[in-house]
């Protein structure tokens, strides 16, 4: 049949576990995700009921409604340079996987090389009347042949007529708005507003905890033996929020102006030049064909200035600036001097633009200067003239000089840099901020889009802690040793703090590296190497409550909304699972061993034993990209909203 599409056994890719493929391995393909992406709201066509995983049976009646369904729950926003999407949960965004989302917008979009090789495979196939036969794919007759050659395929490289460029990325559990672009100046421009943190993210989030309490209480229980139940604690209670220290709006201020993040991007600058300098350059080395080529913009430059001089009388003259004949009452000029060089002051290393080119060692007069700039702007026809070994050596020596002005330049420039980051209280980088504050009246009434979620008095916090990614191949990022240990210090009883000695900040990744990282081995080898890149999340709460399991099982969540003030690799992830210690449900990479309180009577009460409830509690990671805007073309803003899978 046309419509089921079997793994093709000349294709290798690799296997993943999506939560929309249900348990049957054949069905984590393309072919399967469309399937559900295309099924009608929990009913067939003739009105009966689907189960989980039944197969929509495609025809040509059918076809055109199937397609439209999932263009309709797929596709946000479509023109001519951008395309936004509502990305499913499980689905990379590319590379040799049997469902990717560059797989999925392929079937979609096809572009004209994919469409010929449909076409060469289904010779057969009869266009739809009307049409070329390019123009009626994708249709049910070419579904099966159009998945098949999609498979093959990796990377956005793979067809040289591929009309999608990604702008940004979202993890493989996260699902909601993606935006891709459709040319390189809507790529660009797209690309340059993530990378000035001109966007406005917003994401969705149930988070869980193994936080309980003990009902009633008392301190002479355990002496007496008093063998209480536990009560099941929802994350992020009042308490919580209650203990964090409380700072003024002025404190968000290095991350509101960019100067945090300019200071940071400094300091990456200036350890690239150190590198650079080791090998015997800087940022901003030049080397000798550059500043021929600078040298040459200057001669012109003089030679035209010169000419118009030697043109001002009404005499002819041939042009060159070698000779000028003389006029009625000019007699003829004395025999070519040597170009005068001004020398400016030093004083211009410490302004803003760039010191002047040193004069030349050896003497070089105007026809000298006639027959350089006659053998064009390219520095290999310089080393192949006649008088190479002379050029070559006057600028070599040139470019030597200037490089020292330059070193020189760049060095008195960072000073002031620095002057300047030391008064706006920056530093390298570095927010001076706690891990987990509180912002003074920053608690006002914000909304995911339920209106039963919206409240005048919703509570918010902030999460701030450098991230660094381990560069021995770990997939899991881990937070700065600081703020870790901040964080340790205070949850193992620093009762003197604002914050609560109740906080529980879980043990780190598992994996031994990242364990030894974010526990605060700082004499480690391993975490002088990483690059810990400053980070900040605010987290509104919406509510707070409980949930249950397959199997019946009730445990605490609450539902979050987040608000990343920069754009980190798994930053949400890792702020709510390291600091906060209340991971997002369902991921399994940051939330230990995704276990939950047993509860014995179903009413929160328990007594204490932990069993594993693995992939029993949720089927996804519940992280939702909900909201972006975003400056795009003539830097009009657009936002795209994803609907909320929380609900």
């Known amino acids: 049949a046309p419509n089921t599409v079997a793994m093709s056994s000349d294709v290798s890719c690799v296997v993943d576990n999506p939560c929309w493929g249900g348990p049957d391995p054949s069905r984590h393909n393309l072919h399967h995700l469309f399937q559900v992406l295309g099924r009608p709201d929990n009913h067939s066509e003739n009105g009966t009921a689907l189960s989980d995983f039944e197969t929509i049976q495609l025809s040509g ?44 917008l392929l079937y979609l979009f096809p572009p004209p090389s994919l469409r010929d090789m449909v076409m060469d495979v289904n010779a057969a196939t009869s266009p739809q009347e009307g049409k070329t036969p390019n123009e009626s794919i994708p249709n049910y007759k070419t579904h099966r042949q159009l998945i098949e050659n999609i498979y093959k395929l990796s990377n956005h490289a ?6 999608f460029r990604p702008v940004h990325q979202l993890d493989y559990a996260t699902s909601g708005v993606l ?92 350890e690239t030049e150190t ?48 000779t000028v004949e003389p006029g009625p009452d000019r007699q003829r000029e004395q025999p070519v001097k040597k170009m005068e060089w001004k020398k400016k002051n030093d004083d211009n290393a410490i302004k803003d633009e760039l010191p002047p080119l040193p004069e030349p060692k050896q003497a070089v007069t105007t026809n000298e200067i006639d027959e350089l700039l006659s053998l ?33 330049f760049y060095t008195a420039k960072h000073k002031k840099e620095d002057k300047v980051d030391s008064i706006d209280g920056v530093s390298e980088g570095i927010s001076t901020l706690p891990p987990l504050f509180r912002i003074h009246g920053d608690d006002s009434g914000e909304s995911s889009g339920n209106d039963n979620e919206i409240s005048n008095n919703l509570d918010s916090f902030y999460i701030c802690a450098s991230i660094g990614e381990p560069d021995d191949g770990s997939f899991c990022v881990v937070v700065d040793p600081a703020a870790k240990k901040t964080c340790n210090t205070i949850s193992n009883g620093d009762t003197s703090s604002t914050l609560a ?19 605060g081995d700082t004499s480690s080898t ?93 089927d996804r990671m519940c992280l939702h990209a909900r909201q972006l805007s975003i400056p795009l073309m003539n830097d009009v803003v657009k936002t795209f909203i994803a609907p909320d899978p929380f609900l």
């Open 61 to 104: 009646s059918n076809y055109n409604q199937f397609l439209q369904r999932v263009r309709s729950r797929l596709i946000l926003y479509h023109d001519d340079n951008y395309l936004a999407i509502h990305k499913p949960a499980d689905l990379r965004m590319d590379g040799p996987h049997w469902a990717t989302v560059h797989k999925l």
């Open 158 to 163: 793979s067809l040289p007529d591929d009309p």
């Open 179 to 270: 935006l891709l672009a459709k040319n390189k100046r809507s790529a660009g421009m797209a690309c340059r507003s993530f990378m000035n943190r001109k966007t406005c993210k917003q994401y969705l989030a149930v988070v869980t905890n193994s936080h309980r309490i003990r009902e009633n209480a008392d301190a002479n229980d355990d002496a007496a033996g008093y063998d209480s139940k536990f009560i099941l604690v929802p994350p992020m209670g009042k308490e919580f929020i209650e203990k964090l220290p409380i700072l003024p709006s002025s404190a968000l201020a290095q991350w509101e102006n960019g100067a945090l993040e300019r200071t940071y991007r400094k300091k990456r600058q200036r």
């Open 275 to 322: 590198r650079e300098t080791k090998k015997g350059t800087f940022n901003g080395y030049m080397p000798v064909h550059s500043v021929f080529a600078k040298w040459r913009g200057v001669l012109l430059k003089k030679r035209k200035e010169m000419k118009d001089e030697s043109f001002a009388a009404s005499a002819p003259g041939d042009g060159n600036l070698s």
């Open 376 to 408: 064009g702007p390219s520095w290999k026809s310089v080393k192949n003239s006649k008088n190479a070994d002379k050029w070559v050596s006057i600028i070599a020596a040139m470019a030597k000089e200037y490089n020292e002005l330059l070193e020189k």
């Open 501 to 519: 000695a109740s906080i529980d900040f879980k043990p780190s990744l598992t994996k031994k590296t990242c364990n030894t990282i974010s526990n």
């Open 526 to 618: 391993l975490a002088a190497s990483i690059d810990f890149k400053p980070s900040l999340t605010k987290c509104t709460i919406l509510w707070r409550g409980y949930s249950y399991s397959k199997n019946g099982k009730r445990f605490p969540v609450a539902k979050v909304m987040l608000h990343p003030r920069t754009g980190r690799r798994h930053q949400l992830r890792i702020h709510l699972s390291e600091i906060c210690g209340f991971p997002i449900l369902g991921d399994v990479a940051y939330g230990g061993d995704n276990k939950e309180w047993e509860s014995s009577d179903g009413n929160g009460s328990s007594n204490g034993a932990l069993v594993d409830e693995k992939g029993k509690s949720c």
